[in-house]
């Protein structure tokens, strides 16, 4: 899991500067980093890959590992490492000498995997050999291929081809035990466990599937890093001028909308207790409570908005002023944020203090508090 931190964070830091354009690459040493709408990694002697962007393919052979994020991912040529790929559909069509994690709507693994497959969507597709173990979790599954390690396998429907096997032990999570058939050329039925899927999700999963569930968290991870993002560039395309005013007060006084943020969430809640303890107003705690939650959600996506600002003014590119720009802004701010938010409390702390802050700067905006000021004489 931290190979894959770094290896987005590396992404997002050095590939900043080109990712608003159609395609900007960028090479360092032997490893290469690309972004925007439409990449096509084609160049020779290339170690790892880093790619984020709509259209990404990998063309020509590397010695090293890909990594890679977009709507359509595909490895069309041999991979000497690990690959880790995440999208809409994700198509792994050449030999990857590595383990193999993808996660997606549409996943294909085609080619030979030298290490364990993970796979993760909703229509999934296994037709190369694997050397080692597999993890395929969605809701349709076809699996034509030789499995020479264990399989753990979660489904609704499974179709296994002719060239179906599994070497090792099966394990199947199924809504109802027995549901799915496997035929005895795939792997006999001693070497099959059946485990119903309501007691693993609740809670009774045996220690080994502790990767399928982390298979799931990426999914969410994406998810929810998506949304937070797509939300921030729509109110930076619908509202610049307003948005820039609240990231030039948060970055002016980070600390100061930090105070302020803490102190309208602390009065958003704090409403909410006064109002039910009048027994009146209980009526309106819902709406008390919907309003606080909606106020943190919105500082979020205001303090992701301006977290990515920053790194563009670090880097040198100056205040954003094309959408282009500022879509860029609100996604690497999101997903710097999500990546550090991974870290165990200090990340909950960061993700905290962000809200507080973006909250704090609307604070600032709409009320103008001022404090220890001299009244006119």
Not at 325 to 340: P, V
Request: aromatic share 8%.
């Amino acid at each position: 899991m931290a190979r894959i931190l770094n290896a987005l964070l590396a992404l997002v830091l050095i590939t900043l500067p080109a990712a608003a354009q159609d395609q900007g690459i960028t090479q360092i040493g032997e490893d290469l980093f690309a972004a925007g709408a439409t990449v096509i990694l084609d160049r020779s002697g290339i170690d790892d890959v880093f790619a984020a962007g709509e259209r990404l393919s990998v063309a020509s052979a590397i010695t090293g590992g890909a990594y890679m994020a977009g709507r359509r991912v595909e490895i069309g040529a041999a991979v000497g490492g690990d690959v880790f790929g995440a999208g809409m559909e994700v198509l792994a069509r050449a030999d990857v000498a590595g383990d193999l994690t993808l996660a997606g709507y549409d996943v294909q693994s085609e080619g030979a995997v030298g290490g364990d497959l993970r796979l993760s969507g909703a229509n999934i597709s296994v037709t190369g050999p694997i050397a080692g173990y597999a993890i395929l979790a969605g809701d349709r599954i076809r699996l034509d291929a030789v499995i020479t390690g264990e399989a753990h396998i979660a489904a609704s429907e499974v179709e296994f081809g002719p060239g179906a096997r599994i070497d090792g032990k099966l394990t199947l999570y199924e809504e109802t035990i027995g549901q799915i058939v496997v035929p005895e050329s795939v792997v006999p039925a001693g070497r099959i466990e059946r485990i119903e899927a309501e007691g693993w999700d609740d809670g009774g999963m045996p220690g080994v599937l502790v990767p399928f569930s982390w298979q799931r968290a990426v999914l969410s991870f994406i998810g929810g890093v998506a949304t937070v993002a797509v939300i921030a560039a729509l109110v930076a395309a619908l509202l610049p001028q307003p948005l820039a005013a609240l990231r030039r007060l948060a970055l002016a006084s980070p600390f100061r909308a930090l105070w302020f943020g803490f102190l309208g969430l602390s009065v958003l809640w704090g409403s909410v207790i006064v109002s039910a303890m009048t027994v009146f107003g209980l009526l309106a705690v819902p709406v008390l409570v919907l309003l606080a939650v909606l106020a943190g959600f919105a500082g979020y996506v205001i303090g992701a908005y301006v977290l990515g600002v920053a790194l563009l003014i670090l880097i040198g590119k100056g205040e954003p002023g094309t959408f282009g720009m500022r879509a860029l802004a609100a996604g690497a701010g999101t997903l710097i944020a999500g990546l550090i938010a991974l870290v165990p409390l200090v990340g909950w702390l960061f993700a905290l203090a962000l809200a507080l802050v973006g909250l704090g700067a609307l604070a600032m905006r709409l009320f103008r508090p001022a404090f220890f000021t001299v009244a006119p004489a």
